[in-house]
């Protein structure tokens, strides 16, 4: 009788402890850390968060399993902010975080999936902050960084990089928050295109010397100003503020810098000569500190798809650093206006998906070249 109840006991322990097993073994927890994704942009990591501010940023890794979900985060001030993801470039999710924090599935199959995954913010770092908090996999899943890319290009820009309204089709509408996409910009497209990696820093409204005005000179918003920043503002995400945040610029050494803003600052130029120069040696100054963050790069200083009443005074701050400096990895390069009636019009007139392929399409020869 003592070894049977013996045995019972023994056999009570092993089945629950199978069970137990069992059980935990139906999922895995991957932390959004560099030893399991790869971090994009100037996404950086706290307390095992991904912390995402700037437009684009994420994680990309690669996946091998039946079920994927990813648990999402708001900022501090519980701001909405939409995210999309994709499977071997196949867009599988596309959804706005209405609430603080909330698990989606990206995929639940039958049968073993295998690929890419690359998770983003598609709202701009002046619209929200938000975060990563985990990664789960079903029992048997496994995820690993992806490998780091050939090239390294930054994007800086205004509303016109930020895709600002580009799911609108009607001009005459606002911005609203389901209707701003990165991945649909010209410069996620150029990054893709070339199998790039790619940190884009924009800001709808924000200038190189001035921010959108309707009197005084914008002197804060301008992407100068937060261009060492993790993020724009001083939101936290998890137990850090991205705004206070100094982006480490060893982190990413981009190969080329392009630059694409003006469209604000012409509201306060407002082809004043006077003005219109003082934009001008700003913009030679933002040169001059994006060559010292980026001793190797290429700068290419753009005008143009959006308003470019400013071309002029771009085209001549590249042309006077390089004649300062003798710096000769500094250009110019002209993209033609969005043209709306052939590629329709987005939220207050900005470009739309179709402008941005065209663009991003005009850009390649040029940065194909600059590559070489």
């Given at each position: 009788?003592?070894?049977?109840?013996?045995?019972?006991?023994?056999?009570?322990?092993?089945?629950?402890?199978?069970?137990?097993?069992?059980?935990?073994?139906?999922?895995?927890?991957?932390?959004?850390?560099?030893?399991?994704?790869?971090?994009?942009?100037?996404?950086?990591?706290?307390?095992?968060?991904?912390?995402?501010?700037?437009?684009?940023?994420?994680?990309?890794?690669?996946?091998?399993?039946?079920?994927?979900?990813?648990?999402?985060m708001k900022d501090s001030w519980?701001?909405?902010?939409?995210?999309?993801?994709?499977?071997n470039d196949e867009r599988i999710?596309?959804?706005?975080?209405?609430?603080?924090?909330?698990?989606?599935?990206?995929?639940?199959?039958?049968?073993?999936?295998?690929?890419?995954?690359?998770?983003?913010?598609?709202?701009?770092?002046?619209?929200?902050?938000?975060?990563?908090?985990?990664?789960?996999?079903d029992g048997e899943g496994v995820?690993?960084?992806?490998?780091?890319?050939?090239?390294?290009?930054?994007?800086?820009?205004?509303?016109?990089?930020?895709?600002?309204?580009?799911?609108?089709?009607?001009?005459?509408?606002?911005?609203?928050?389901?209707?701003?996409?990165?991945?649909?910009?010209?410069?996620?497209?150029?990054?893709?295109?070339?199998?790039?990696?790619?940190?884009?820093?924009?800001?709808?409204?924000?200038?190189?010397?001035?921010?959108?005005?309707?009197?005084?000179?914008?002197?804060?918003?301008?992407?100068?100003?937060?261009?060492?920043?993790?993020?724009?503002?001083?939101?936290?995400?998890?137990?850090?503020?991205?705004?206070?945040?100094?982006?480490?610029?060893?982190?990413?050494?981009?190969?080329?810098?392009?630059?694409?803003?003006?469209?604000?600052?012409?509201?306060?130029?407002?082809?004043?000569?006077?003005?219109?120069?003082?934009?001008?040696?700003?913009?030679?100054?933002?040169?001059?500190?994006?060559?010292?963050?980026?001793?190797?790069?290429?700068?290419?200083?753009?005008?143009?798809?959006?308003?470019?009443?400013?071309?002029?005074?771009?085209?001549?701050?590249?042309?006077?650093?390089?004649?300062?400096?003798?710096?000769?990895?500094?250009?110019?390069?002209?993209?033609?206006?969005?043209?709306?009636?052939?590629?329709?019009?987005?939220?207050?007139?900005?470009?739309?998906?179709?402008?941005?392929?065209?663009?991003?399409?005009?850009?390649?020869?040029?940065?194909?070249?600059?590559?070489?």
């Open positions: 009788m003592k070894k049977l109840i013996l045995l019972c006991v023994a056999l009570s322990v092993f089945v629950n402890l199978g069970f137990s097993a069992s059980k935990t073994a139906k999922k895995k927890d991957f932390t959004p850390t560099e030893n399991n994704v790869r971090l994009l942009g100037r996404t950086i990591t706290s307390n095992k968060i991904a912390v995402l501010a700037h437009s684009a940023t994420g994680v990309e890794f690669n996946v091998s399993a039946k079920k994927l979900s990813v648990t999402l519980h701001r909405d902010v939409r995210f999309v993801a994709f499977l999710f596309d959804e706005i975080l209405k609430e603080d924090s909330k698990e989606y599935v990206l995929f639940d199959s039958n049968e073993v999936k295998t690929g890419q995954v690359r998770i983003v913010k598609a709202t701009e770092s002046m619209m929200a902050n938000a975060g990563i908090k985990k990664l789960t996999t995820i690993t960084p992806t490998a780091a890319r050939k090239y390294k290009i930054e994007f800086l820009g205004d509303s016109a990089t930020a895709a600002y309204g580009v799911d609108e089709t009607n001009p005459h509408v606002s911005y609203k928050l389901e209707t701003q996409d990165i991945t649909k910009s010209y410069a996620y497209k150029v990054a893709r295109e070339l199998d790039a990696d790619y940190s884009i820093i924009c800001g709808s409204g924000w200038g190189a010397y001035s921010g959108v005005t309707d009197g005084p000179r914008k002197a804060d918003n301008i992407i100068p100003a937060i261009y060492d920043n993790v993020g724009f503002w001083d939101v936290m995400v998890g137990n850090v503020k991205p705004g206070e945040m100094k982006w480490d610029f060893n982190r990413f050494k981009p190969d080329i810098v392009t630059v694409l803003l003006g469209a604000n600052d012409q509201t306060y130029t407002r082809g004043d000569p006077a003005k219109c120069k003082e934009f001008k040696d700003g913009y030679v100054k933002f040169i001059y500190e994006i060559r010292a963050k980026n001793p190797d790069a290429y700068i290419l200083c753009c005008s143009g798809l959006a308003p470019d009443d400013l071309k002029g005074q771009v085209q001549a701050a590249a042309e006077e650093y390089k004649s300062q400096t003798g710096d000769n990895k500094v250009g110019y390069f002209y993209i033609p206006l969005h043209n709306g009636e052939k590629e329709g019009w987005g939220a207050d007139y900005h470009p739309t998906d179709k402008a941005y392929t065209n663009a991003a399409k005009f850009m390649l020869p040029k940065i194909k070249e600059l590559l070489k």
